[in-house]
């Protein structure tokens, strides 16, 4: 991207200032900027709108982040530990039912809530069966494959390609995104793995094939089937953009809105005008699927499936392989592959959780309004099709 001499200038003062850093902190930043620093903190400057200061702020921030929680390690949170032996009175004073040889997510196993959270099909026993366990504390975040795969059918995204300049195309299917077969926590690792897969590996690969550097992304969202009742996933969907303003700034050249029904039209004309110029310039609502758009900037390959014929959204069956959804994906088997292939050349410390607990950052004063005008929006439109007792029941807290 060009740059100003005023541009310039912040530049270099801001590299300055960051030349100062620990040993920690620029280990860190290293695998960040994967030897782009300048475009590093042009991003980081734009965010903050040329304030060098609070661009400096925010980048020191941002990797205090990333080494408190150990995001370099991220992409490799697959090794596990040896099996335990624990006696078999030892086990009688906790839970009876434990799941054998399955690495889940704690708060899966260590409750009462085992038989209706557990996919079908695993194998559950008692204690009175055997005395040989994985025992939950000894276990590092693994995500087997058919947790990864129960993730991947409820938090829907992938790369369906890349754009006529070159730009990874993510893909997300907003709408019909369930958020309901890990906890919380596995949802915050897997998008953050994600952000870190791509700017660690399909960038630099872009920029590799492209013949120049290339450090954004397009993302389209299909919003088929979006209901009332995604107020359930505010908070969470609210961690997530958090996070990513934060610490993947301006990482998203257009978000391409497709398959809107009226709920989200409603929403977007109340959420609109809260947006920053920069962020609302960046957003385009497409009709209908957007085929005909969409096709003025990437070939029809690399077309979402969703985008391909009107009413082609994320909740049909795709058996040519293009559903870029699906775990079975390309993107998701190399995702998969390449974080196994990590953790084996990685010896990393063992992790109480059966997931990455990342301390999220607190919420801006903006994205909090914006949460709260669509959590109130959500509520009028139930009000006004007769839905308020089933919008009582719904929980903003993204449980």
């Known amino acids: 991207m060009g740059t100003t001499a005023n541009q310039d200038q912040a530049i270099k003062q801001l590299q300055s200032i960051m030349d100062q850093m620990d040993e920690s902190m620029k280990n860190t930043y290293q695998i960040m900027h994967q030897g782009y620093p300048t475009e590093t903190l042009e991003r980081f400057l734009k965010a903050r709108d040329g304030n060098v200061a609070k661009a400096h702020k925010m980048l020191v921030d941002c990797l205090q982040w990333r080494i408190q929680n150990k995001i370099d390690d991220i992409l490799s949170q697959m090794k596990k530990n040896p099996l335990h032996v624990v006696k078999l009175e030892e086990l009688s004073t906790k839970l009876p039912c434990f799941t054998y040889m399955l690495m889940q997510d704690d708060a899966y196993i260590w409750n009462e809530m085992l038989n209706k959270n557990a996919s079908p099909g695993l194998q559950r026993i008692t204690v009175a069966q055997t005395a040989l366990f994985f025992e939950v504390d000894q276990l ?101 953009s958090t996070i990513d303003d934060l610490n993947y700034p ?46 003025k900037v990437m070939d029809y390959s690399s077309l979402p499936h969703f985008c391909r014929k009107e009413g082609s959204g994320s909740s049909k069956h795709i058996e040519d392989g293009s559903n870029c959804f699906s775990s079975d994906h390309e993107f998701h088997q190399q995702l998969y592959s390449y974080i196994k292939q990590q953790a084996e050349l990685h010896s990393i410390s063992p992790i109480k959780q059966g997931s990455v607990h990342v301390d999220c950052p607190d919420t801006d004063p903006e994205d909090a309004k914006i949460a709260k005008t669509i959590e109130s929006e959500f509520h009028r439109l139930g009000n006004l099709n007769g839905l308020s007792n089933s919008l009582n029941g719904l929980k903003v807290d993204g449980n």
């Open 140 to 240: 590092k975040p693994i995500i087997p494959i058919n947790l990864y795969r129960a993730v991947r059918d409820s938090q829907l995204l992938g790369l369906s390609g890349y754009s006529k300049e070159g730009l990874p195309i993510i893909t997300i299917g907003a709408g019909l995104s369930t958020f309901d077969k890990a906890s919380v926590h596995y949802y915050v690792q897997s998008h953050i793995q994600i952000n870190e897969y791509r700017d660690r590996v399909i960038l630099p690969n872009a920029t590799k094939k492209y013949g120049r550097h290339i450090s954004t992304c397009l993302k389209v969202l299909d919003m088929t089937g979006l209901k009332l009742s995604a107020l359930n996933h505010l908070k969470l969907l609210t961690t997530m």
């Open 250 to 295: 301006e990482k998203t050249e257009i978000y391409y809105i497709v398959n809107a029904p009226y709920i989200f039209s409603a929403c977007w004309k109340v959420v609109k005008p809260l947006l920053q110029e920069r962020t609302r310039k960046k957003i385009k609502v497409l009709q209908g699927c957007g085929r005909d758009e969409l096709l």
